[in-house]
């Protein structure tokens, strides 16, 4: 199986390119572009992800012209954009027929804020998608199976994405729990800030540890999950998971293939995913790893 296309290599080198918009010199900016170039040339396509390749081009944009993103700012906003409705959002999971999807639908929406794949996030279209969040059905047998595996002993281990959106996740968690009170949930948010990517002090800000035990991927710059680089604390609890819900792109990049039991739930962001999974461009996607095919 081919993991990083060529059209992920084009769409990093974009991106890389466009990052580096600060630098006005442009021989440095050339060489930067040479070393861009070379990573994206020397990555397995068998084994790399797009994030994995991606954190690769993190690292050398802080080492070779100093430049480190800073989204705290955007992170508090969103988190307190999302916090400010969540009573509201609870009583309606509360009212629907089935709470537990319609927390999914809402957390599923809520991976639209994405500022590595978007660049700006619209707070107004954010919340039309979360008011149409009943508008995006979940795949009738694949949620049949979900609550039969949240329904068996073993973990339930939730793999987070973006800021703002892991409020809608607790939101989930909490109502997981109401239903299937006995589950043990654990929540792995990034190691270190990247992007708008939820870490630890989010999960702090927004009081995820009140629905689940909370703990950190341990990684740099991967936008994602990838197994072969988690602390083996982590990679165990992963590894050993009844169940795994897995949120937002890079973690199913990262984790396609892995043969565990995955649950993906996302935006497909990608115009590339319609080709390759049969994913509808901005459609919502929740799918199993060991039912997808590709």
Same mark, same amino acid.
């Given at each position: 199986?081919?993991?990083?296309? /060529?059209?992920?290599?084009?769409? &990093?080198?974009?991106? /890389?390119?466009?990052?580096?918009?600060?630098?006005?010199?442009?021989?440095?900016?050339?060489?930067?572009?040479?070393?861009?170039?070379?990573?994206?040339?020397?990555?397995?396509?068998?084994?790399?992800?797009? *994030?994995?390749?991606?954190?690769?081009?993190?690292?050398?944009?802080?080492?070779?012209? =100093?430049?480190?993103?800073?989204?705290?700012?955007?992170?508090?906003?969103?988190?307190?954009?999302?916090?400010?409705?969540?009573?509201?959002?609870?009583?309606?999971?509360?009212?629907? !027929?089935?709470?537990?999807?319609?927390?999914?639908? #809402?957390?599923?929406? +809520?991976?639209?804020?994405?500022?590595?794949?978007?660049?700006?996030?619209?707070?107004?279209?954010?919340?039309?998608?979360?008011?149409?969040?009943?508008?995006?059905?979940?795949?009738? !047998?694949?949620?049949?199976?979900? #609550?039969?595996?949240?329904?068996?002993? +073993?973990? &339930?281990?939730?793999?987070?994405?973006?800021? $703002?959106?892991?409020? &809608?996740?607790?939101?989930?968690?909490?109502?997981?729990?109401?239903?299937?009170?006995?589950?043990?949930?654990?929540?792995?948010?990034?190691? @270190? *800030?990247?992007?708008?990517? @939820?870490?630890?002090?989010?999960?702090?800000?927004?009081?995820?540890?009140?629905?689940?035990?909370?703990?950190?991927? =341990?990684?740099?710059?991967?936008? $994602?999950?990838? &197994?072969?680089?988690?602390?083996?604390?982590?990679?165990?609890?992963?590894?050993? /998971?009844?169940?795994?819900?897995?949120?937002?792109? =890079?973690?199913?990049?990262?984790?396609? =293939?892995?043969?565990?039991?995955?649950?993906?739930?996302?935006?497909?962001?990608?115009?590339?995913?319609?080709?390759?999974?049969?994913? !509808?461009?901005?459609?919502?996607?929740?799918?199993?790893?060991?039912?997808?095919?590709?």
């Amino acid at each position: 199986m081919i993991k990083f296309h /060529a059209d992920c290599m084009a769409c &990093l080198a974009q991106g /890389a390119l466009k990052k580096a918009d600060a630098v006005r010199d442009g021989e440095v900016k050339a060489r930067y572009m040479g070393r861009v170039c070379a990573i994206l040339a020397e990555a397995d396509v068998q084994r790399d992800s797009a *994030p994995l390749v991606d954190a690769r081009l993190i690292a050398l944009r802080r080492d070779m012209l =100093g430049i480190e993103e800073d989204f705290s700012e955007v992170k508090h906003r969103f988190n307190a954009l999302i916090l400010g409705i969540y009573d509201r959002l609870r009583a309606q999971v509360t009212a629907a !027929e089935d709470p537990v999807y319609a927390a999914m639908q #809402l957390a599923m929406a +809520g991976n639209y804020i994405d500022f590595n794949v978007l660049g700006d996030v619209d707070a107004q279209e954010l919340m039309r998608m979360l008011d149409a969040s009943a508008e995006r059905a979940l795949d009738a !047998e694949e949620y049949a199976r979900f #609550l039969r595996d949240l329904a068996a002993p +073993g973990e &339930l281990v939730y793999l987070h994405d973006n800021c $703002g959106e892991v409020v &809608l996740d607790k939101l989930l968690i909490e109502t997981i729990r109401a239903r299937f009170p006995e589950k043990r949930v654990v929540s792995i948010v990034r190691g @270190a *800030p990247v992007v708008n990517d @939820a870490t630890l002090e989010d999960a702090r800000e927004i009081g995820l540890g009140e629905v689940a035990e909370v703990l950190e991927n =341990g990684l740099r710059d991967v936008t $994602g999950t990838e &197994l072969a680089l988690l602390p083996e604390a982590v990679r165990r609890r992963v590894e050993g /998971a009844g169940v795994i819900l897995a949120k937002g792109q =890079g973690n199913f990049e990262t984790l396609i =293939g892995c043969g565990l039991n995955v649950y993906y739930l996302l935006l497909s962001k990608c115009p590339s995913y319609t080709q390759w999974f049969g994913f !509808e461009h901005f459609g919502g996607v929740f799918r199993n790893e060991r039912r997808l095919r590709f």
